[in-house]
């Protein structure tokens, strides 16, 4: 059996197998043409975030050696990010509980040390953390004394809440913090959950260290669901390219494993959380893809009731919505006039560090002229876009 032409039916062939691997359905390897097949499945693992998941899976297969060589390949390079990831996240956790901050490990770098039987299994290339609102200087200062740069980027009260910090160590590695101060940049979303909320019901990591605090099973079941919805319009990079699938295989692997894991009182507080907070359609459609691509089963009732007609959710609306509806229903969501305004103003004429830092090298670096140049770069990815 050879790989289709088509590049379409190529794609789905191959995320059938990753998918069958998965799922522990132990496939044979079903192409002759192994170069041109392990390009291809090489390709779409590492795009989905898998390749050490699927190493772990097919250990014991009867797979062709080449196939299993690249892929232990990049989990061997994985594991060796891993190590001094842990090192370096460990040293700057102890430093902000030494400066009184006690962050949140949200997302991927969580879900590494609490439901993956090793971290290495969980893809990521960075760890992301929730503090108060209130400690976002605090957390500069300690990161950028830790060594840590921070990214450039958009700033301002309203078009971003989290900053980037990156440390480069001796061996080449870089090795990136998201700080969040809110749940999400959408000013919809980011009320959803608060450091607060999250951190009173947060369990421990210890596999990472003694400091360090992940949401729940149940808090991490419904940001898993609504962190794989935001991804409908949101790239995710892989090699520093820009890639839009919500439905990326890692993502859906959290879901499985979290829901595996679910007790029954878990399973009554999570929908009662996500009737609260208006995610029911939401989730309801991340564990549906999750058992379709993983197999991953769920309580019958619990489905009924993430299925059951209601009002019209915002949350919901948001996520299924483009890009002009989403900005549409983020300026609502401010509720005054006079902050919405000031979200304008952040929008179009960004921090002057940030205007310089990105479009300040070449022979202009007058500031409204690097305004005027931002905005016809925009324009035109719209006309280019259609």
């Known amino acids: 059996m050879t790989l289709l032409q088509t590049p379409a039916a190529a794609v789905s062939n191959v995320d059938d197998l990753i ?19 392990i390009t291809a499945l090489h390709e779409r693992a590492a795009l989905h975030g898998v390749c050490p998941l699927l190493h772990s899976l097919l250990a014991s297969s009867d797979w062709p050696a080449p196939v299993l060589q690249a892929l232990r ?30 962050p949140v490990l949200i997302k991927g770098s969580a879900l590494a040390y609490s439901v993956y039987a090793d971290p290495v299994l969980r ?48 061996d080449g590695g870089s090795h990136t913090l998201d700080l969040h101060w809110k749940i999400n940049n959408s000013e919809l979303l980011s009320g959803l959950f608060t450091h607060d909320e999250l951190a009173r019901d947060a369990g421990r990591l210890p596999r990472l260290c003694a400091d360090a605090l992940g949401a729940s099973r149940v808090q991490a079941m419904l940001l ?7 991804h409908r319009h949101n790239p995710y990079y892989v090699h520093g390219e820009p890639h839009y699938e919500a439905d990326r295989l890692i993502w859906l692997y959290d879901i499985h494993l979290l829901a595996g894991g679910m007790s029954d009182g878990e399973w009554d507080v999570f929908v009662q959380l996500a009737s609260q907070k208006g995610l029911r359609a939401v989730c309801l459609d991340g564990m549906s893809q999750a058992g379709a691509r993983l197999g991953t089963t769920y309580p019958a009732p619990v489905l009924v009731k993430l299925a059951q007609p209601g009002a019209v959710e915002p949350a919901a609306q948001y996520l299924d919505g483009g890009r002009l509806r989403q900005q549409w229903m983020d300026m609502r969501a401010l509720g005054s006039h006079s902050k919405r305004l000031r ?44």
Not at 224 to 229: D, F
Request: net charge positive; proline share 5%.
């Open 19 to 37: 998918c069958a691997v998965l799922r522990g359905d132990n496939p044979a390897w079903p192409w002759a043409d192994e170069a041109q097949a």
């Open 73 to 102: 390949d990049r989990s061997v390079q994985q594991a060796m990010w891993e190590l001094r990831h842990q090192q370096l996240l460990t040293q700057t956790l102890r430093a902000l509980e030494a400066g009184g901050l006690r």
């Open 123 to 170: 893809t990521r290339g960075d760890t992301d953390l929730l503090i108060p609102p209130a400690a976002s200087e605090q957390a500069h200062h300690l990161l950028t004394a830790l060594g840590y740069e921070r990214s450039r980027g958009v700033s301002g009260d309203f078009v971003s809440y989290q900053a980037s910090y990156t440390q480069r160590t001796a």
């Open 224 to 230: 898993a669901c609504m962190h794989r919805a935001t």
């Open 343 to 386: 979200l304008v103003r952040e929008l179009l004429f960004p921090p002057a560090a940030y205007m310089h830092g990105k479009f300040g090298g070449g022979r202009i670096s007058w500031l409204p002229w690097l305004y005027l140049r931002r905005a016809a770069g925009g324009i035109a990815k719209r006309v280019a876009g259609g």
